[in-house]
């Protein structure tokens, strides 16, 4: 009876103790690929004993890796940068909500859905050379449709999602019809065939192969940052237009996560989304990689940012636009945006 109720104490204490080791543990699916992000998961470890084990990739095929893994995944949290690619894992049924109250006291409403929230954003801009684009011409989004832009717009694909989300963006404020109409007027004007990121169309405005262009604003950011000559003289050949300032508001895109439904670490998951909402994890994402924070409490030194300014964002909610990223590439498609 001794031998047994010692094998009993000792499994007892086994399983304790992997529950406790367990209890220290994150598993964290991104796809957000930021050497500045290091040193905020690093704090986030510092500051709770939690061990991020983290799994890197492209957001498809680490979407499709949790999906193929099904309820033994060993995903805790997912996350990624546009709301249209969290759309999409939202739609494959991924997340679940965190229910935090945390959460929705520090994420503004309207950066949140009931499965996923933003931890930062990014404004789609406009940038023109003066040496050829008057800057009444390029003042909202709509004008990039504009004829007297022919030949002068350089962009990436349509089937990127930075562009799909403007595309959401603009359907939930026109409709389909008006946005299909707006984005055969953006082909109409192409300086060439779409190609390349959002820096390439930066540095082909500053060359004049075209006169004006669309970007994130983080990549605006770092070239603004940025010491080396060929930057520098870039950036001194382009002018950063906020668009639509007096109708809807600048396009914000986000960076977000959610919660994975069948996490094994769910206490650990919700700490961690409640981490990226501190005004300490805010800051890094506005220092170190030139996004906003949503917390409005948090300190930012970013002098590119500074420069930048303020501006009206267009706080349509991110559950209201984000559904139609869908339509907008086959809107996209139709127009011949590729």
């Known amino acids: ?174 409709g389909e019809a008006k946005t299909e109409e707006w984005a055969k007027g953006v082909v109409a004007n192409f300086a060439r065939a779409p190609k390349g990121g959002d820096t390439d169309q930066l540095r082909a405005v500053a060359a004049g192969e075209c006169g004006v262009a669309v970007s994130n604003s983080y990549y605006v950011a770092r070239l603004m940052r940025s010491t080396k000559p060929e930057d520098v003289k870039d950036m001194a050949a382009l002018t950063v237009v906020w668009p639509n300032q007096k109708t809807w508001g600048t396009h914000v895109n986000v960076s977000g996560g959610g919660l994975i439904k069948t996490a094994p670490n769910k206490a650990n998951a919700v700490r961690f989304l409640e981490y990226l909402a501190s005004d300490s994890a805010q800051t890094y994402f506005a220092d170190g990689n030139n996004e906003w924070p949503v917390v409005k409490t948090a300190s930012v030194k970013n002098p590119a940012l500074d420069k930048l300014g303020s501006f009206k964002a267009d706080e349509t909610p991110l559950s209201k636009w984000a559904p139609n990223t869908a339509a907008a590439q086959k809107v996209f498609d139709r127009a011949g945006w590729r």
């Open 1 to 174: 009876m001794k031998n047994a109720f010692l094998h009993t104490v000792a499994a007892a204490l086994l399983a304790a103790g992997a529950a406790g080791a367990q209890a220290q543990v994150l598993n964290l699916y991104t796809a957000r690929h930021y050497q500045t992000d290091e040193a905020l998961y690093a704090n986030f470890t510092k500051e709770t004993g939690i061990k991020i084990n983290r799994i890197e990739g492209k957001e498809d095929e680490l979407l499709e890796r949790i999906k193929n893994e099904g309820a033994s995944s060993p995903a805790d949290v997912f996350i990624t940068v546009d709301a249209s690619r969290l759309e999409v894992a939202d739609k494959a049924g991924v997340f679940a909500p965190a229910q935090s109250k945390l959460l929705e006291q520090r994420v503004p409403a309207h950066l949140r859905t009931a499965n996923w929230l933003a931890f930062s954003t990014r404004a789609r801009v406009i940038v023109y050379n003066a040496k050829t684009i008057k800057p009444e011409w390029v003042q909202t989004y709509e004008d990039l449709a504009n004829p007297r832009l022919k030949g002068q717009l350089c962009v990436r694909s349509g089937s990127h999602p930075y562009n799909l989300s403007l595309g959401a963006a603009l359907i939930t404020q026109h």
